[in-house]
C-alpha cells in the first residue's frame, strides 16, 4: 500500500505584466493530511490557504505526482478499467474526484 507522506509542487506562469507564482505542499500527519496553496502575483504579498482533510476523506487520493505514474502505465497497457475514479486535490486545494 503505498501512500503519500509529503508533496511539494511549484508552478511560476511568466505573464505579462507581472509573474504569477502557485505552490502547493501537502503533509500527512496522524489524523490526515494538510494541504496548503500559495499564490503570489507579481510583487504582491503571498495569499495563502490551508485545508485539512482526514484519513477517511483522502482514502485512495491520487495526488498529481501519482496521476502522471499511472496515466503511464495506463498508456503502456493501452486500456483504462471501467469505472476508474480517485479522490484528487484541485488546483485551489480543495477534495473532488478525477476518472480515468
Known amino acids: 500500500e503505498l501512500q503519500t507522506l509529503e508533496q511539494e509542487e511549484q508552478e511560476c506562469l511568466e505573464c505579462r505584466p507581472y509573474p504569477v ?4 505542499h501537502m503533509v500527512s500527519h496522524q489524523h490526515g493530511m494538510t494541504v496548503t496553496k500559495t499564490l503570489q502575483e507579481g510583487e504582491a504579498e503571498p495569499q495563502c490557504w490551508s485545508f485539512i482533510y482526514s484519513r477517511a476523506e483522502l482514502q485512495g487520493l491520487l ?6 505514474l499511472l496515466l503511464r502505465v495506463l498508456a503502456r497497457r493501452r486500456e483504462v478499467p471501467p469505472g476508474l475514479v480517485f479522490p ?3 488546483i485551489e486545494g480543495h477534495l ?5
Open 63 to 68: 495526488p498529481e505526482g501519482a496521476s502522471l
Open 88 to 90: 484528487t486535490i484541485t
Open 96 to 100: 473532488c474526484t478525477a476518472s480515468y
Open 21 to 24: 507564482r502557485r505552490m502547493t
